[in-house]
């Protein structure tokens, strides 16, 4: 199938990963930005202002003086009915943390792209997933990308998949800090007008039927029709107020395939089906999951290895969250060995996305040996060897039937 | 203006019923608040000068002027006490409430 916009009429720039999605936001018609700039997040803010400073978006700009403030910032503006953005990392997101839970709650649509990089002590401004994953619990969607081409696609995308009237929950676009971040590449830009059609246009407030009003009124903070958000909610129907939550969270999944799709057919680029991006799992022994710009040196060494004659093969998790466990289990039913790549710890258990796998697997009656490899905390380098060697173990461990050491850990001095 | 008595609220709710974005489905004003109060204003009208600081310093809009007299909501006062502190001739009291001996 031949995209609508064919790749000739395309811009094509010479962008990173940051500038990609900044240009990717200043397309998506957004009322509000408010951030606060944090290595290696800072690139998105910097251009973005510059877009603003320029004339060249209608945005208005909020410099805030901490980024527990920026989320705030957007709360107000989503909850106003404007279509709102902001950009962290590292230690910015652990301080936006107590407002990440009232964002989805609220359920306002919102997009925040985090640039992952490790956690303080000590001090590290390099990639690693643990930023993100101290939110996975906090009811966001979680989108992870491979490179500066998928954050340009994704952030977009991202703001349709967030006011999709199924789900109206706050999405995060995670890339790689610095290796995506901070490293140059081609990236190929639909036209302002293509993606605002995409969008639909400005963002449109869902509506909700209102008792002491007695009508359907749009959720959005309007002193025609006052609403108070977020107020106190005890034993009496706090309970009831999550279950809406999660049940937006199980229509997530097909809404990211669907805009995924709809992406597709505009631009010509996909990403597998929006949910998992796989690579020679039809007849695999041995497969190896893993999030983010990884993917790309793992892809390469698979490749290699296949063209050995080996079984081999990848899957990029690209929808952290909502998890897709029914996904997961299709594609690695009738594998010898999965080893899952994490790079982010929880400390006293595994990696994050070995648990969601283990538990994904548990219900097949012939499960694969699971071996979790923990790599690339603070930025440490994955090169081709590295990633050749871990294959060489799973291979030895499928052969031998047993898994010895589940976690193990990946290019550390040992 | 909310005419509140168009609502109709049916109890227990299921979930699903409930408004979007975890919005109250009651206004906030019925929610009565007066019942947190350990002390009660009372006005003595024969003091008052009528000078309107409690009903400018209340926080929750429980002081009440009808065009001659002050009165206390009591539905909402939570009886903080800010309204006979401010009072500059000392008309209001913070009287206990349930059985004290004042």
């Given at each position: 199938m031949s995209p609508k916009v064919p790749i000739e009429k395309q811009i094509r720039m010479a962008l990173n990963g940051d500038?990609?999605?900044?240009?990717?936001?200043?397309?998506?018609?957004?009322?509000?930005?408010?951030?606060?700039?944090?290595?290696?997040?800072?690139?998105?803010?910097?251009?973005?202002?510059?877009?603003?400073?320029?004339?060249?978006?209608?945005?208005?700009?909020?410099?805030?003086?901490?980024?527990?403030?920026?989320?705030?910032?957007?709360?107000?503006?989503?909850?106003?009915?404007?279509?709102?953005?902001?950009?962290?990392?590292?230690?910015?997101?652990?301080?936006?943390?107590?407002?990440?839970?009232?964002?989805?709650?609220?359920?306002?649509?919102?997009?925040?792209?985090?640039?992952?990089?490790?956690?303080?002590?000590?001090?590290?401004?390099?990639?690693?997933?643990?930023?993100?994953?101290g939110m996975r619990d906090a009811g966001w969607i979680q989108l992870f990308v491979e490179?500066?081409?998928?954050?340009?696609?994704?952030?977009i995308q991202a703001f349709k998949i967030s006011e999709d009237p199924n789900v109206l929950l706050p999405v995060t676009v995670n890339l790689d800090g610095f290796v995506l971040s901070h490293t140059l590449e081609d990236v190929h830009m639909l036209p302002d007008e293509v993606v605002h059609e995409f969008l639909g246009g400005y963002r449109r407030v869902s509506k909700t039927y209102v008792d002491y009003l007695g009508k359907e009124i749009e959720v959005k903070l309007?002193?025609?029709?006052?609403?108070?958000?977020?107020?106190?909610?005890?034993?009496?129907?706090?309970?009831?107020?999550?279950?809406?939550?999660?049940?937006?969270?199980?229509?997530?999944?097909?809404v990211v395939k669907r805009v995924h799709e709809e992406w597709y057919e505009l631009s010509g680029r996909r990403y597998g089906d929006g949910v998992l991006d796989a690579y020679g799992v039809e007849d695999a022994d041995?497969?190896?999951?893993?999030?983010?710009?990884?993917?790309?040196?793992?892809?390469?060494?698979?490749?290699?290895?296949?063209?050995?004659?080996?079984?081999?093969?990848?899957?990029?998790?690209?929808?952290?969250?909502?998890f897709p466990f029914e996904e997961i289990r299709k594609i690695l039913k009738g594998v010898k060995v999965v080893g899952v790549m994490d790079r982010a710890i929880s400390f006293g258990s595994y990696g994050p996305s070995f648990l969601e796998i283990s538990a994904a697997l548990y219900d097949l009656k012939n499960r694969p040996l699971l071996v979790n490899y923990v790599y690339g905390l603070g930025g440490r380098d994955v090169p081709p060897v590295l990633i050749e060697r871990m294959y060489q173990e799973l291979i030895g461990i499928a052969k031998e039937g047993e898994v010895k050491e589940v976690l193990r850990f990946l290019g550390v001095r040992g | 203006m909310i005419k509140s008595e168009k609502r109709v609220i049916k109890e227990p709710r299921r979930w699903y019923e409930l408004p979007l974005s975890a919005l109250p489905y009651k206004l906030s004003t019925e929610y009565k608040t007066g019942g947190w109060r350990a002390f009660r204003p009372v006005v003595d009208l024969n003091k008052c000068v009528r000078c309107m600081l409690c009903w400018l310093f209340c926080p929750e809009n429980a002081i009440i002027w009808d065009g001659k007299d002050i009165k206390v909501n009591y539905d909402y006062c939570k009886g903080c006490g800010i309204c006979a502190n401010e009072c500059p001739v000392k008309a209001i009291n913070m009287v206990p409430e349930g059985g004290g001996s004042s």
């Open positions: 500038e990609a999605v900044a240009y990717a936001v200043k397309q998506s018609l957004v009322d509000v930005v408010a951030a606060y700039p944090i290595t290696p997040q800072t690139i998105i803010v910097e251009k973005f202002s510059e877009f603003v400073a320029n004339g060249e978006v209608h945005t208005e700009f909020v410099p805030v003086e901490s980024e527990h403030s920026a989320l705030s910032a957007i709360v107000g503006a989503a909850a106003a009915g404007a279509r709102a953005f902001t950009a962290t990392a590292s230690q910015g997101l652990a301080l936006m943390w107590e407002i990440l839970y009232i964002a989805s709650a609220l359920r306002l649509p919102m997009v925040l792209a985090i640039v992952n990089r490790a956690l303080s002590a000590p001090i590290n401004i390099h990639c690693d997933h643990s930023d993100a994953m490179n500066s081409q998928e954050a340009y696609d994704t952030t309007d002193p025609a029709n006052p609403l108070t958000f977020g107020p106190l909610d005890l034993y009496d129907y706090y309970f009831e107020h999550k279950i809406p939550q999660v049940e937006a969270m199980k229509k997530a999944k097909d041995v497969v190896v999951t893993v999030l983010g710009s990884t993917a790309g040196t793992v892809r390469y060494v698979a490749k290699k290895l296949r063209s050995k004659g080996l079984k081999v093969g990848v899957v990029r998790i690209r929808l952290f969250r909502p | -």
